[in-house]
């Protein structure tokens, strides 16, 4: 499975969603990873799902962000089913990074590595909010 950093997404998101959001990012210097996973053709759906051991990695320091809050994806061990070929949105919100932090990791660790989400070579942006395409 390929990822891509989006820097200017065609996503829409419910603006008061996204205003709540926002409003807790500033205030509590949350990093918000917005998620589009394009289910794969075919006659089956995929099944995604997240595992509290998931974490963003500073790449200069020890840091170790960890995840605080998952919207519209299922913990571990609940799998989150999704129609082929369909678009699946969905928002992993973590504890904040160092201010000196410029590039980091998203990794997930799980007891299945070869389908764990992986995201390496983030570049930090001012707002902290970050989109990425997974096809």
Not at 20 to 49: C, N, T
Not at 53 to 71: G, I, K, N
Request: glycine share 6%.
């Amino acid at each position: 499975m390929g990822y891509t950093v989006v820097t200017k997404p065609k996503v829409e998101i419910d603006p008061d969603l996204l205003h709540k959001i926002e409003g807790q990012v500033h205030e509590m210097g949350q990093v918000v990873l917005h998620f589009i996973y394009r289910s794969p053709l075919g006659d089956y759906p995929s099944m995604i799902r997240i595992w509290p051991t998931t974490y963003l990695y500073d790449q200069h320091s020890d840091h170790v962000s960890e995840l605080v809050h998952a919207e519209n994806i299922t913990y571990y061990p609940t799998w989150h089913i999704c129609p082929p070929g369909k678009d699946q949105f969905f928002t992993l919100i973590f504890s904040g990074l160092p201010r000196a932090c410029q590039v980091f990791d998203f990794i997930e660790k799980c007891t299945n590595e070869i389908g764990a989400f992986r995201v390496l070579n983030i570049s930090r942006n001012s707002q902290d909010v970050y989109y990425i395409m997974m096809a």
